[in-house]
Protein backbone atom coordinates (compact mmCIF):
# COMPACT_ATOMS: atom_id res chain seq x y z
CA UNK A 1 0.00 0.00 0.00
CA UNK A 2 1.53 3.32 -1.02
CA UNK A 3 0.84 6.24 1.43
CA UNK A 4 1.24 10.17 -0.21
CA UNK A 5 0.86 11.83 3.32
CA UNK A 6 3.66 10.07 5.06
CA UNK A 7 6.63 12.22 4.03
CA UNK A 8 4.57 15.26 4.94
CA UNK A 9 3.52 13.80 8.08
CA UNK A 10 7.29 13.67 8.98
CA UNK A 11 8.01 16.87 7.81
CA UNK A 12 5.50 18.52 9.74
CA UNK A 13 6.41 16.85 12.87
CA UNK A 14 10.20 18.24 12.27
CA UNK A 15 8.78 21.66 11.56
CA UNK A 16 6.97 21.66 15.03
CA UNK A 17 9.54 20.42 16.65
CA UNK A 18 11.92 23.12 15.30
CA UNK A 19 9.82 25.70 15.96
CA UNK A 20 8.70 24.86 19.81
CA UNK A 21 13.10 24.75 20.26
CA UNK A 22 13.16 27.97 18.75
CA UNK A 23 10.32 29.25 20.62
CA UNK A 24 12.25 27.53 24.53
CA UNK A 25 15.63 28.86 23.40
CA UNK A 26 13.70 32.50 23.10
CA UNK A 27 12.00 32.18 26.16
CA UNK A 28 15.45 30.53 28.19
CA UNK A 29 17.37 33.43 26.72
CA UNK A 30 14.94 35.91 27.81
CA UNK A 31 14.40 34.45 31.41
CA UNK A 32 17.32 35.88 33.24
CA UNK A 33 16.76 39.32 31.90
CA UNK A 34 20.16 41.57 30.87
CA UNK A 35 23.31 40.08 32.32
CA UNK A 36 25.04 42.14 35.14
CA UNK A 37 27.38 44.34 34.89
CA UNK A 38 30.62 44.03 35.03
CA UNK A 39 33.59 46.63 36.26
CA UNK A 40 32.69 49.85 37.93
CA UNK A 41 29.80 51.74 36.84
CA UNK A 42 30.82 55.26 34.86
CA UNK A 43 29.08 58.34 36.36
CA UNK A 44 27.82 60.71 34.29
CA UNK A 45 26.88 64.20 35.65
CA UNK A 46 23.59 64.89 36.94
CA UNK A 47 21.22 67.39 35.99
CA UNK A 48 20.41 69.88 38.68
CA UNK A 49 16.63 69.07 39.72
CA UNK A 50 14.45 72.08 39.57
CA UNK A 51 13.30 73.61 42.59
CA UNK A 52 9.65 71.86 42.57
CA UNK A 53 11.22 68.47 41.75
CA UNK A 54 11.69 65.98 44.59
CA UNK A 55 15.05 64.42 44.77
CA UNK A 56 15.15 60.76 43.46
CA UNK A 57 16.68 58.08 45.95
CA UNK A 58 19.26 55.30 44.23
CA UNK A 59 18.67 52.39 46.17
CA UNK A 60 22.83 51.74 47.98
CA UNK A 61 25.22 49.49 46.56
CA UNK A 62 26.25 46.66 48.74
CA UNK A 63 29.49 46.91 50.74
CA UNK A 64 32.05 45.89 47.72
CA UNK A 65 30.44 48.62 45.43
CA UNK A 66 28.44 46.11 43.57
CA UNK A 67 24.67 45.75 43.72
CA UNK A 68 23.86 43.46 46.89
CA UNK A 69 22.45 39.79 46.20
CA UNK A 70 19.37 38.23 48.54
CA UNK A 71 20.60 35.75 51.01
CA UNK A 72 19.13 33.00 49.74
CA UNK A 73 20.68 32.99 46.61
CA UNK A 74 22.11 30.01 45.68
CA UNK A 75 26.56 29.82 45.85
CA UNK A 76 28.17 30.12 43.16
CA UNK A 77 30.03 26.63 43.49
CA UNK A 78 28.84 23.88 45.20
CA UNK A 79 30.46 22.97 49.01
CA UNK A 80 31.94 20.34 49.38
CA UNK A 81 29.55 17.55 51.26
CA UNK A 82 33.07 15.80 52.83
CA UNK A 83 36.76 15.82 52.51
CA UNK A 84 38.72 12.82 52.71
CA UNK A 85 42.70 12.92 52.65
CA UNK A 86 44.24 10.90 50.03
CA UNK A 87 47.27 8.73 50.93
CA UNK A 88 49.89 8.94 48.08
CA UNK A 89 47.38 10.20 45.75
CA UNK A 90 44.90 6.83 46.57
CA UNK A 91 41.97 6.72 48.33
CA UNK A 92 39.66 3.28 49.78
CA UNK A 93 35.95 4.21 49.64
CA UNK A 94 33.44 1.89 51.56
CA UNK A 95 29.74 2.03 49.71
CA UNK A 96 26.93 0.78 51.90
CA UNK A 97 23.32 0.29 50.63
CA UNK A 98 20.97 1.31 53.89
CA UNK A 99 18.06 0.56 51.13
CA UNK A 100 15.99 -2.37 50.22
CA UNK A 101 17.02 -2.12 46.23
CA UNK A 102 19.62 -2.47 44.37
CA UNK A 103 21.84 0.33 43.78
CA UNK A 104 23.86 0.45 39.98
CA UNK A 105 27.04 1.96 40.14
CA UNK A 106 30.34 3.11 38.73
CA UNK A 107 33.93 4.75 38.95
CA UNK A 108 34.44 6.43 35.53
CA UNK A 109 37.05 5.43 33.44
CA UNK A 110 37.89 3.00 36.47
CA UNK A 111 35.46 0.10 36.57
CA UNK A 112 32.80 -1.13 35.14
CA UNK A 113 28.78 -0.75 35.87
CA UNK A 114 28.07 -3.18 39.09
CA UNK A 115 25.37 -3.92 41.25
CA UNK A 116 25.34 -2.90 44.93
CA UNK A 117 22.83 -5.07 46.95
CA UNK A 118 20.35 -4.39 48.80
CA UNK A 119 21.51 -3.78 52.82
CA UNK A 120 25.06 -4.52 51.54
CA UNK A 121 28.27 -2.89 51.63
CA UNK A 122 31.57 -3.11 49.27
CA UNK A 123 35.21 -1.60 50.09
CA UNK A 124 36.63 -0.10 47.38
CA UNK A 125 40.48 -0.41 47.07
CA UNK A 126 43.53 2.04 45.92
CA UNK A 127 41.16 4.00 43.60
CA UNK A 128 43.45 6.97 41.96
CA UNK A 129 42.04 10.65 42.70
CA UNK A 130 40.17 12.99 41.08
CA UNK A 131 37.27 10.22 40.01
CA UNK A 132 33.49 10.81 39.35
CA UNK A 133 31.38 8.04 41.42
CA UNK A 134 27.91 7.40 39.29
CA UNK A 135 25.09 5.50 41.10
CA UNK A 136 20.85 4.67 40.56
CA UNK A 137 18.67 2.65 41.53
CA UNK A 138 17.45 0.66 38.71
CA UNK A 139 13.70 1.11 39.34
CA UNK A 140 14.08 4.82 39.91
CA UNK A 141 13.77 5.36 43.65
CA UNK A 142 15.60 8.19 44.14
CA UNK A 143 18.61 8.18 46.64
CA UNK A 144 19.90 10.35 49.57
CA UNK A 145 23.62 10.07 49.45
CA UNK A 146 25.67 11.06 52.83
CA UNK A 147 29.42 10.99 52.19
CA UNK A 148 31.66 10.72 55.32
CA UNK A 149 34.90 10.80 56.29
CA UNK A 150 36.27 7.91 58.71
CA UNK A 151 38.36 7.12 61.22
CA UNK A 152 41.12 5.51 58.75
CA UNK A 153 43.19 7.96 56.68
CA UNK A 154 42.42 8.15 52.80
CA UNK A 155 39.14 6.57 53.71
CA UNK A 156 34.96 7.36 53.12
CA UNK A 157 32.66 6.16 53.11
CA UNK A 158 29.09 6.41 51.15
CA UNK A 159 25.80 5.30 52.64
CA UNK A 160 22.79 5.42 50.19
CA UNK A 161 19.61 5.66 51.86
CA UNK A 162 16.02 6.03 50.24
CA UNK A 163 14.46 9.54 50.04
CA UNK A 164 11.13 10.56 48.26
CA UNK A 165 12.65 14.33 48.56
CA UNK A 166 13.61 15.28 44.99
CA UNK A 167 15.79 17.59 45.96
CA UNK A 168 17.96 15.68 47.78
CA UNK A 169 18.05 12.86 45.08
CA UNK A 170 21.65 13.53 43.61
CA UNK A 171 23.22 11.07 40.94
CA UNK A 172 27.04 11.15 41.14
CA UNK A 173 29.86 12.27 43.27
CA UNK A 174 33.09 13.71 42.49
CA UNK A 175 36.25 13.29 44.61
CA UNK A 176 38.94 16.00 43.67
CA UNK A 177 42.46 16.02 44.14
CA UNK A 178 42.99 17.63 47.42
CA UNK A 179 40.06 15.71 48.76
CA UNK A 180 37.20 17.34 48.69
CA UNK A 181 33.81 15.86 47.73
CA UNK A 182 31.26 16.84 45.74
CA UNK A 183 27.72 15.96 45.08
CA UNK A 184 25.74 16.36 42.03
Not at 33 to 43: A, M
Not at 93 to 111: F, P, S
Request: proline fraction near 12%.
Amino acid sequence: MFRHNLPLKKISLLAATCGGLLVSLATLSQAGGPPPQQGKPVSQPAATPAATEEPVSQPSPGLSGMPSTPTNAPPRFPMPSARVTPSEGMIVIKLVNTTNAVINYQIVGVTQQRTLGEQSEILLKTIPVPITLTYQRPDGGLLLVRPQATAMPGMLQVSFGATTELGTDTKSLEIQEDGKVILN
